[in-house]
């Protein structure tokens, strides 16, 4: 299974590539975690529903033919580090690949929110897309650790 992080970004600085790096090879080959940049919608072009509904269409474009598709939301579900991990062993369970989307600066769209096979949000908070991407990775590892009796997660 892969699991393919889209994320509508322009530039992330270089510590994010580095602890994304550090946390995906952890992983096992047949839990590959990949992340694909998708340009955002230039910031004068029409309103905030313009340029998601714009950035739906090249996330759309980039999701995996077949591919469970997870939106990031801050009202999505709120899922514990063991709520992850029984959530991994699912999608695991479905035999596709699983397509994290991550909104750009306005947010995802609501064609998105409303096609996605579920909604996680990760924090109330207002995270920048750049730490999002390195606690999806980070998670994702520690999920994969409970699930396979690893020490990396202590039980916390």
Known sequence: ??????SVARRVPGWVGTAWTEYAARLPRELAL???????AAGNTGGPAQ???TEAARLHK?????????????????????????????WQALG???ALLIG?????????????DQSWSLSPLT???ALVRVLLAEQIYRA???????????GH
């Open 1 to 6: 299974m892969r699991i393919r992080v889209l």
């Open 34 to 40: 990949e992340i694909v940049d998708v340009t955002p």
């Open 51 to 53: 340029r998601m509904d």
């Open 62 to 90: 980039a999701v995996p033919r077949g591919a469970w598709t997870v939106a990031l939301d801050a009202r999505g579900a709120p899922w514990t580090s063991a709520g992850l991990a029984a959530t991994l062993r699912d």
């Open 96 to 98: 596709r690949d699983v």
């Open 104 to 116: 750009g600066a306005d947010g995802l769209a609501p064609s998105i929110l409303a096609q996605a």
């Open 127 to 129: 995270l920048p897309h």
């Open 144 to 154: 994969w650790t409970i699930n396979t009796g690893h020490p990396y997660h202590s």
